[in-house]
C-alpha cells in the first residue's frame, strides 16, 4: 500500500533500521543468475541448519568454486525468523567473534544483512568432525585426547579472558581438523554466548531462553534457573562433560540422554564408572571403546581413567558452581599436573 510520500512502504524496514543502529548494513542476497549470495561469497551448498539459522558452504569471489575452494560458511538467519531479541542476538555474535582472536575460535570474516532482512556473517568453513568423533576415528590414546581437550581449554581461557562466556559448549560445537601436522580443536558457535564485562547486554534475557543450549552439557545452574545464570564454571561444566564423553566414549551422565527440553538432566557420573556400566550391558561396544583408546579391555582402560580423567571431571562437574574450576584456565592448567 502506498505510503505518505507516494512510495511503497518496506515490511522489512524496522527491521533494516535496528540492524543498522547495532552496525550491520543491508546488502543483496541474489546475483542476476538467482544464486544466493552474501557480500562477495556465493552459496554453493548447504552444510548444517539449525533452530533459527543457516550454514552454507560457500565461494568467495574472484576465488574457483571447485572442492578445494569450499573454505568459507555462511551463517544467515532462516527466512521467517522474527523477534527483536533473535536479532540482537545473532549481531552480538558478529560483534564477540570479530573481538576474540585465538588459532581455535572460528574467526569472523565478513557481515551483512540480505535485501529481505535477513543478518549474516561469513566465516573460515571448518573441515572437520566433533572432537569425540575426531578422537575416536584417529583411535586417539587418554595423552592424545587429554592434550586435544588443554588446546580447547585454552581457546575457551582466551574467550573467559576476554569477558566472554559461549554457554553452548559440546562436541558438535568444538569442532577438529589438521593443521600444520596435528589436530587442532576450532571453537563455533557463539550465537548465545555472552559478554561479562558489562561493555555489552546480555544476548537474550531469561524470559525468553530460559533453557538455550543443550541439556545434556548444561550446568545445573543453566538448566534449573535459565541461560542468564551461567557464568565462567557453567562454561567448566560442560567442558568437564565433553571431557568424560571423550574419555571414556559415552556421555558421562547417571541416566540416559535428554530427549525434550523438560526433562532434567541426569546427575554426572564418573567416566570410569560409566565405562564399566557400558561393560556391564554391552561388553563388545565397551571392548571395542577400549580398543579405540589402546587398551585390551574395558577394565584396564576404566582404571587408568580413575587415575587420570575422574578427578578433574569430578571438579569440573561439581553440582555447586562454586565448587568447581575458576574459570576454563584454571581446569586446563589441573588437567596439565
Known amino acids: 500500500m502506498p505510503h505518505g510520500d507516494g512510495q511503497a512502504r518496506d515490511p522489512n524496514a524496522s527491521i ?5 543502529e547495532l552496525g550491520v548494513h543491508v546488502r543483496g542476497a ?38 578445494d575452494a569450499l573454505r568459507y560458511a555462511v ?51 571448518i573441515d572437520g568432525p566433533p572432537i569425540t568423533v575426531a578422537a575416536d576415528e584417529r583411535r586417539l590414546t587418554l595423552d592424545a585426547r587429554i592434550a586435544l581437550v588443554s588446546d580447547a581449554l585454552a581457546a575457551v581461557a582466551a574467550a573467559h579472558d576476554a569477558g566472554v562466556l559461549h554457554r553452548d559448549l559440546k562436541p558438535a560445537n568444538i569442532l577438529v581438523e589438521g593443521a600444520d601436522g596435528r589436530l587442532v580443536p576450532r571453537i563455533i558457535d557463539f550465537g548465545v554466548a ?30 534449573e534457573y535459565g541461560i542468564g545464570a551461567c557464568e565462567k564454571p557453567s562454561d567448566v561444566f560442560a567442558l568437564g562433560i565433553v571431557l568424560g564423553e571423550l574419555a571414556c566414549g559415552v556421555l558421562p551422565r547417571d541416566g540416559a540422554p535428554v530427549k525434550s527440553r523438560g526433562q532434567r538432566p541426569a546427575p554426572p557420573l564418573a567416566p570410569s564408572k560409566a565405562l564399566l556400566g557400558l561393560a556391564a550391558t554391552d561388553a563388545a561396544r565397551a571392548r571395542d571403546l577400549a580398543a ?16 587420570r580423567i575422574d578427578p578433574i571431571f569430578t571438579k569440573a562437574t561439581a553440582a555447586d558452581a562454586q565448587a568447581r574450576y575458576a574459570d576454563a584456565g584454571a581446569m586446563r592448567a589441573a588437567l596439565a599436573l
Not at 533494516?16 to 543498522?20: D, Q
Not at 527466512?79 to 569472523?108: C, D, M, N, T, Y
Request: charged share 30%.
Open 16 to 20: 533494516k533500521r535496528a540492524l543498522g
Open 30 to 67: 541474489f546475483d542476476d543468475a538467482g544464486v544466493a549470495r552474501y557480500g562477495a561469497f556465493r552459496v554453493l551448498q548447504l552444510v548444517a541448519t539449525g533452530g533459527v539459522a543457516e550454514v552454507f558452504a560457500a565461494a568467495r569471489d574472484g576465488e574457483s568454486d571447485d572442492g
Open 75 to 125: 551463517k544467515v538467519l532462516k527466512p521467517g525468523v522474527e523477534g527483536e531479541e533473535v536479532l540482537k542476538r545473532f549481531a552480538r555474535e558478529r560483534e564477540i567473534l570479530a573481538e576474540l582472536a585465538h588459532r581455535s575460535i572460528v574467526q569472523i570474516i565478513d557481515s551483512g544483512v540480505t535485501a529481505d532482512g535477513r543478518p549474516w556473517i561469513a566465516m573460515p568453513l
Open 194 to 223: 555472552r559478554a561479562m564485562d558489562g561493555r555489552r547486554v546480555r544476548l537474550t534475557p531469561e524470559s525468553i531462553a530460559h533453557r538455550l543450549g543443550t541439556p545434556d552439557y548444561m550446568a545445573p545452574e543453566q538448566w
Open 292 to 307: 579405540r583408546r589402546g587398551f585390551t579391555d574395558a577394565e584396564s582402560c576404566a582404571r587408568a581413567i580413575a587415575a
